[in-house]
């Protein structure tokens, strides 16, 4: 080939190429324009997009405004500069942001494994299907109920099961099946109502074994007494009635919802025996002799009721600094016990329960991380929203909120919440005007246009979806 035609030919499709890279750029640009720009940083239509779809998704008369564009794509864009603003101001190497963000970080790895090992393998798609199958007809359930659990002594077990032999044999002697309930069950959400479950399908009983004794009863009959998962009951099948099936995807979080509180025992059993071998792997002990010393100054004693209350206003910041637990590379402070004041223990029992909740959300989340989990699914944007949305608060903590407190007390106004909200308004909006400049904020609005007609044909679809 004649160089000087190979040459046009090689400008010709290099032309070609970059003509075309700019197509696509343009047409990407076109669809997803950028709406606001700061310093290292922008926020674009997509943006914009997701929030206002979500924030007016009930609302189907609320079209785009250039009004409401403006405000979501400034409270997107002070987000980001906040974020920037923490950066800089080394929030992110402060030991209290580190410690939140491992709680954090934890707490989304053990609910993801739990989620993963063992809900899903309970309640898979083909038992939600089952679900559905079978959602009619349904049937007026009653039972009595005398649990029992894992920790049960024997004479315990012989005293529950001889009370509902007595309840049975009141039943065959014709007493009416809602007073003997009344008298007898244990189950605290039925008894009162005459033992009466409601209008249930089979695989709404979580245990196995009643879901086998419903199967085989007939209308307007009760079972023998019998041993299930929570301990003795009596079953009672009423009439049964058909109703209408809604579509399944209506449905399915509702059935999900039912099988996972119906299944929880067995999800909790999986979840307590990989407690065990994980607590073998990991090396997993408690510090028995500390435990002791801060039970005693609580004012427990051995021999006393593990329901009394204690006084664990007792402990000092000091004492909340002991380790009460360790395992391979990691440990369980006593502080971490009272982190939540709503799950903090008020007795022996309590303290019990939540060293060992708290210890099997360390172990699990250990275990997670081992088998990658944290890189999977949705977690890693999870995790970045999680780190992202704690800068912000820690620092608008800081630069708003403290200040708030400290000008209120100067006027004795601290009880006074009309003063707060206005002096939050106030401050706020300072401290965002304050970003904006540092960061030199700027709408692009030349892209406003676009961006509004592009939105208006979204809420319309969605609002065509919504309307089906």
């Known amino acids: 080939m004649n160089s000087k035609i190979k040459i046009k030919l090689q400008l010709l499709i290099f032309t070609g190429i970059a003509a075309l890279i700019s197509i696509v750029s343009c047409s990407t640009t076109d669809q997803n324009p950028e709406l606001a720009v700061f310093d290292n940083g922008t926020v ?20 785009p405004t250039v009004k409401n564009l403006k405000k979501i794509v400034e409270l997107k864009a002070i987000e980001k500069m906040a974020v920037q603003e923490a950066l800089e ?20 790895l053990f609910q993801k494994y739990v989620n993963s090992k063992f809900t899903d393998d309970v309640i898979t798609d083909s038992l939600i299907q089952k679900f559905y199958n079978e959602y009619t007809p349904q049937y007026n359930m009653k039972y009595i109920m005398r649990p029992i659990i894992k920790s049960s002594s024997p004479k315990f077990i012989k005293a529950q099961k001889d009370t509902i032999w007595e309840a049975y044999s009141m039943l065959k002697k014709g007493a009416d ?67 209408k099936v809604p579509p399944f ?37 408690l510090q028995e002799d500390k435990i002791k010393k801060v039970l005693k100054k609580v004012g427990y004693k051995s021999g006393i009721s593990k329901y009394k209350d204690l006084n664990f206003s007792k402990l000092t910041d ?35 329960k939540r060293i060992e909740s708290i210890a099997r959300e360390h172990l699990l989340a ?12 949705e977690l890693p944007e999870q995790l970045k929203s999680m780190k992202t949305s704690l800068l912000r608060a820690i620092l608008f903590q800081k630069k708003v909120k ?67």
């Open 44 to 63: 674009n239509y997509k943006e914009y997009l997701d929030h206002y779809l979500l924030s007016t998704q009930y609302k189907p008369e609320k079209f």
């Open 89 to 108: 101001q080394g929030i992110d190497k402060d030991s209290s942001y580190i410690s939140i963000v491992n709680n954090n970080e934890r707490r989304l």
């Open 177 to 243: 099946f809602g007073k003997v309930a009344k008298k007898f069950s244990q189950d605290i959400t039925t008894k009162n109502k005459n033992g009466e479950i409601g209008w249930i399908i089979v695989e709404s009983m979580g245990d196995h074994i009643v879901r086998s004794v419903m199967d085989t009863l007939s209308e307007h009959s009760y079972s023998k007494p019998f041993r299930g998962y929570g301990g003795y009951y009596i079953l009672y099948k009423g009439n049964h009635r058909e109703v």
């Open 249 to 285: 995807e209506e449905i399915r979080g509702k059935i999900w919802k039912s099988l996972y509180h119906s299944r929880k025992p067995y999800i909790q059993d999986l979840l307590d025996q990989r407690f065990e071998e994980l607590s073998e792997k990991y090396h997993y002990k």
């Open 318 to 352: 000091k004492d909340k600094e002991l380790k009460i637990a360790v395992y391979d590379g990691g440990f369980i402070l006593l502080g971490d016990l009272f982190a939540n004041s709503k799950k903090a223990p008020i007795n022996k029992l309590e303290f019990d």
């Open 366 to 377: 250990k275990h997670a991380k081992e088998i990658n989990l944290q890189n999977l699914g």
């Open 402 to 468: 403290d200040k708030i407190d400290e000008q209120l007390k100067k006027s004795n106004a601290e009880k006074d919440p009309g003063k707060r909200e206005k002096l939050k308004n106030k401050l706020q909006k300072e401290y965002e005007d304050y970003l904006k400049s540092k960061y030199h904020f700027s709408f692009v609005e030349d892209n406003f246009d676009k961006a509004i007609e592009l939105a208006t044909e979204a809420k319309k679809e969605l609002n065509k979806k919504k309307s089906k």
